[in-house]
C-alpha cells in the first residue's frame, strides 16, 4: 500500500522567510501525490498536485513543490511566508484507480512576525 | 457553486447510541470520500462511494457503513459508538474519476463527541 512521511510535525518561520514542507512516498512505481491545506476548524483544500506531468508542479497561494524520483520525495516550498500561512499541510498519495488518498501525518506551521 | 455540505456541524452522543451523518456533494460530482481524522491516528480513508457503488473501503470495523443515493448525496452510519469514534469525519466530492486525480474539494466536517 502506498503511504507517505511527513518529516517534522511542526514548523516555525519567520515571516518572509522560506517555508520548507518534506514528504516523502513509499513506492517503486510514480504515484499520484498532494499537498492539502487545514486551517482551524475547517476542512482541507487542495494546494496543488502531482499526475505525471511536470516534476515542478504550481499550487495556489505562492506554493510549489517537486517531484524527485531518485529521493522518492515531493517537498512542498514557498519563498515567503505570510501569517495566512499558519496552518496544517498535508501529503497524500494515491495510486491510479484506488479511489482513495493515504495521508501523512501532517505538518503545522506557524508563522512569526 | 455551493460547496460540500455536511451535517450536522456538531453532535454528542453516548456510548452504544449510533449515528448517520450526511454530505451533499457538489452539484455535478458523483465521487464521494468520507475521511476520519483524528489527534492520535491523522486522516484515514473510511470509503469512496460512486454512482451508488462502493469502489473502496478502508480498514474499519462494520459498524461503520455508508451509502450514496442517486443524486449523488452520500450518508454514513457509525452503530454502537465508542469513546474512540470520537473525530472530525470529513467529506470530499470530485467530479468523476475519484480521488487518485481529480481534485477533491472537502467539506467543514462533522464534529462527533461520544461520551
Known amino acids: 500500500a502506498q503511504s507517505v512521511t511527513q518529516l517534522g510535525s511542526h514548523v516555525s518561520v519567520s515571516e518572509g522567510a522560506l517555508v520548507l514542507l518534506r514528504c516523502n512516498y513509499s513506492?517503486?512505481?510514480?504515484?499520484?501525490l498532494f499537498w492539502y491545506v487545514q486551517y482551524p476548524n475547517q476542512g482541507l483544500q487542495l494546494l496543488l498536485k502531482?499526475?505525471?506531468?511536470?516534476?515542478l508542479v504550481k499550487g495556489i497561494n505562492g506554493f510549489e513543490a517537486e517531484f524527485k524520483k531518485s529521493e522518492t520525495s515531493f517537498h512542498l516550498t514557498k519563498p515567503s511566508a505570510h501569517m495566512s500561512d499558519a496552518a496544517e499541510y498535508f501529503c497524500?498519495?494515491?495510486?491510479?484507480?484506488?479511489?482513495?488518498?493515504?495521508f501523512g501525518a501532517g505538518t503545522t506551521v506557524t508563522v512569526r512576525a | 457553486k455551493a460547496g460540500v455540505t455536511q451535517t450536522p456541524r456538531y453532535l454528542i452522543k453516548t456510548r452504544g447510541q449510533q449515528v448517520t451523518l450526511s454530505c451533499s456533494p457538489i452539484?455535478?460530482?458523483?465521487?464521494v470520500s468520507w475521511y476520519q481524522q483524528t489527534p492520535g491516528q491523522g486522516l484515514q480513508f473510511l470509503f469512496e462511494?460512486?454512482?451508488?457503488?462502493?469502489?473502496n473501503k478502508g480498514n474499519f470495523p462494520g459498524r461503520f457503513s455508508g451509502r450514496q443515493f442517486s443524486n449523488s448525496r452520500s450518508e454514513m452510519n457509525v452503530s454502537t459508538l465508542e469513546l474512540g469514534d470520537s473525530a472530525l469525519y470529513l467529506c470530499?466530492?470530485?467530479?468523476?474519476?475519484?480521488?487518485?486525480?481529480?481534485?477533491?474539494?472537502f467539506g467543514p466536517g462533522t464534529r462527533l463527541t461520544v461520551l
Open positions: 462511494y460512486f454512482s451508488e457503488t462502493q469502489r
Open positions: 497524500a498519495v494515491s495510486d491510479l484507480d484506488d479511489y482513495k488518498l493515504s
Open positions: 502531482y499526475t505525471s506531468a511536470a516534476t
Open positions: 470530499a466530492s470530485s467530479i468523476a474519476s475519484g480521488p487518485s486525480t481529480d481534485t477533491q474539494y
Open positions: 513506492s517503486s512505481v510514480p504515484p499520484y
Open positions: 452539484s455535478g460530482h458523483r465521487s
